[in-house]
């Protein structure tokens, strides 16, 4: 049986099919929850957004209008939420690994130099895109990361175009030269 489309979920669900938003978590559970981590940095934080997320579907799917993607307006929701927990301050870091399945799969790779150098990397690069301002955080992580379009992001956050390309400019300018830098 073919896999049913969003819009298909959407409307069964609204019609009282429990099941369609089963499957429309199961869909974008895994999506929703590590845009969140690489937003906010750890498994705590993103879990709770997460949930958060969840629940904010569950109770406004109801008003979802078919405008965009039902993908964009989720995402939508995971940016806000995450940005709001940012701005909160409780954020650690963007990278950090504290997941035991995330320890097993780094320790698998043969080559613990290689191992190690990456890690640093991905230190450096946490400590770097946490001096970036926020929205440049952001279009840099939904560029990088995910993989949109600058369309995608602005439908995402609601900016320009114009704006998220400035943003994402002045990111990359910054992330190259502190990436650059020694110590």
């Known amino acids: 049986m073919a896999e ?3 819009f298909d979920l959407v409307n069964e669900f609204r019609a009282g099919n429990e099941s369609a938003f089963n499957k429309i978590v199961q869909k974008y559970q895994n999506k929703i929850y590590w845009h969140a981590r690489r937003l906010l940095g750890n498994h705590m934080d993103a879990d709770e957004v997460t949930q958060e997320v969840l629940i904010v579907l569950y109770k406004k799917l109801h008003t979802f209008n078919f405008q965009s993607s039902l993908f964009t307006w989720i995402f939508r929701i995971v940016s806000t939420r995450s940005l709001n927990h940012l701005r909160k ?5 963007v990278f ?13 790779d043969e080559n613990i130099v290689r191992d190690i150098e990456n890690r640093e990397k991905l230190e450096k690069l946490d400590r770097v895109l946490n001096k ?8 840099f992580i939904l560029r990088n990361f995910e993989g949109l379009s600058y369309d995608e992001i602005s439908n995402i956050t609601g900016r320009s175009v114009g704006g ?7 990111a990359i300018k910054k992330v190259t030269e502190l990436m650059n830098e020694k110590g």
């Open 4 to 6: 049913l489309q969003d």
């Open 89 to 93: 301050g409780k954020l650690r870091k």
């Open 96 to 108: 950090f690994i504290d997941d035991d399945d995330e320890e097993k799969k780094f320790r698998k």
């Open 132 to 139: 970036l301002a926020i929205k440049q955080k952001e279009v």
């Open 164 to 170: 998220l390309k400035a943003n994402y400019f002045h």
